[in-house]
């Protein structure tokens, strides 16, 4: 190994604050915006990176944690007993097939592919069940294998243009599906070859509303892979909200509320770096868009709708380590149903880190209940509320350690 490699953070006999200090360096971000996002002194930080300070309690770790976006809490502790994943969930047991049906291409002539409309109607039932299913992994990634394979193959039998951008479009919209069954799952590789190819397919396609679709989801990946990739997150979104742009004074529904993802999506790494007026410029235009759609409106595939708006100004509070205002926000959202039960776990974890944000575990504890009441393969693969309840098991207080490890046990944080 060359004498200047970085060390790598499971070598021993490294110390926890040499280990913050790899694992942030790795993320780029530098000491003041991390004790920034931990809410500790840079003066604090460089004491702990340097072995001043002994390493910190259980709440200060699983904060680090969080901001580094560690995937196992052993790389940055040093211990093998507290092997956790966080932020990547447990593998599907249905991952190995999907993942097949992704890295499968035939290049000879074979069985033809279904009708388009036959297609469709599978695509339009699967994404239907995706919502509505409490083990929405387990029920998408039973249909995906099939639906991959003939979505490719439709592409391949295409014999006009026409055909073909309409084989793209579902080929695209295959992809996307394939990756709300694939993310936080332990196979980062894949979710980029399926976001990235659903992003040539839907270009190929040339539909507004496929290639809107497409970006909002590769910006996501982009998103989550760490503060480096933030501006690359922001520059696809921004492309897609230009592109669309022109066409939303007469666009369809599915055209304006895809925007209105997008449009959002800028505010929400804006939150991600603490940025904000910049953040709640994005969700006010984002909320204006929503307001244009009917009532009982929700978007297919990202639930935007004028009833999410309240749940994305949660998630805005809490990026922007707002207590207060996430727990204001929470309030004023439940007014609001959110169709989508992933969607409404999804924000009832947002709910939990703003209670935890706030001071108020307990309550934290119960949204986290609810977000497994409504779908437990959300809480389940989310790296937050994992963290939160990987804390809370180590409270002092025995009903609430009593409660958490309950529902740890539940999620498989623990064993029973």
């Known amino acids: 190994m060359p004498s200047d490699a970085t060390p790598d953070p499971y070598a021993d006999p490294l110390k926890f604050g040499q280990r913050v200090q790899?694992?942030?360096?790795?993320?780029?971000?530098?000491?003041?915006?991390?004790?920034?996002?931990?809410?500790?002194?840079?003066?604090?930080?460089?004491?702990?990176?340097n072995g001043q300070q002994k390493a910190p309690g259980l709440d200060l770790v699983m904060r680090i944690a969080e901001a580094l976006r560690v995937r196992d809490l052993a790389d940055l502790t040093g211990l093998p007993e507290t092997h956790v994943d966080l932020f990547i969930g447990p593998g599907h047991p249905r991952l190995a097939a999907v993942k097949a049906a992704v890295d499968s291409f035939s290049l000879m002539a074979d069985a033809e592919p279904p009708p388009v409309a036959h297609l469709e109607a599978r695509l339009h039932a699967a994404w239907k069940a995706r919502h509505e299913a409490p083990n929405h992994r387990e029920v998408i990634g039973k249909l995906l294998p099939g639906l991959i394979r003939d979505a490719q193959a439709l592409v391949r039998h295409a014999d006009t243009a026409a055909e073909r951008r309409a084989a793209q479009s579902l080929l695209a919209q295959t992809y996307s599906l394939s990756q709300f069954f694939i993310a936080y799952q332990p196979d980062s590789s894949l979710l980029w070859r399926v976001a990235e190819r659903g992003m040539v397919a839907a270009q190929d396609s040339g539909d507004p509303h496929t290639i809107g679709v497409a970006a909002w989801l590769l910006a996501q990946a982009h998103r989550d892979s760490g503060t480096r990739h933030f501006d690359a997150a922001d520059a696809i979104n921004g492309e897609a909200v230009s592109y669309l742009a022109p066409l939303l004074p007469d666009a369809s529904d599915d055209v304006l509320a895809i925007a209105g993802a997008l449009e959002f999506e800028l505010g929400y790494t804006a939150a991600r770096r603490r940025d904000t007026g910049t953040a709640w410029r994005h969700w006010d235009q984002a909320r204006k868009m929503a307001k244009r759609l009917p009532a009982n409106y929700y978007h297919p595939v990202t639930s935007f709708s004028r009833a999410i708006m309240g749940a994305h100004a949660v998630t805005v509070a809490v990026e922007l380590h707002q207590g207060g205002e996430s727990v204001r926000q929470a309030a004023q959202?439940?007014?609001?149903?959110?169709?989508?039960?992933?969607?409404?776990?999804?924000?009832?974890?947002?709910?939990?880190?703003?209670?935890?944000?706030?001071?108020?575990?307990?309550?934290?504890?119960?949204?986290?209940?609810?977000?497994?009441?409504?779908?437990?393969?959300?809480i389940r693969y989310n790296g937050y509320a994992r963290a939160i309840l990987l804390e809370q098991v180590e409270s002092t207080q025995s009903p609430r350690r009593r409660r958490a490890s309950e529902l740890a046990v539940k999620v498989g944080i623990l064993a029973a």
Do not use: C, F
């Open 22 to 49: 790899i694992l942030r360096e790795r993320r780029g971000m530098t000491q003041a915006q991390l004790a920034d996002l931990v809410g500790i002194s840079p003066h604090t930080l460089r004491k702990i990176e």
């Open 333 to 378: 959202a439940d007014k609001a149903t959110i169709q989508s039960r992933p969607r409404r776990a999804r924000h009832r974890i947002e709910e939990a880190r703003g209670y935890q944000l706030d001071n108020q575990p307990d309550v934290a504890i119960a949204s986290l209940e609810k977000a497994y009441e409504s779908a437990p393969e959300t």
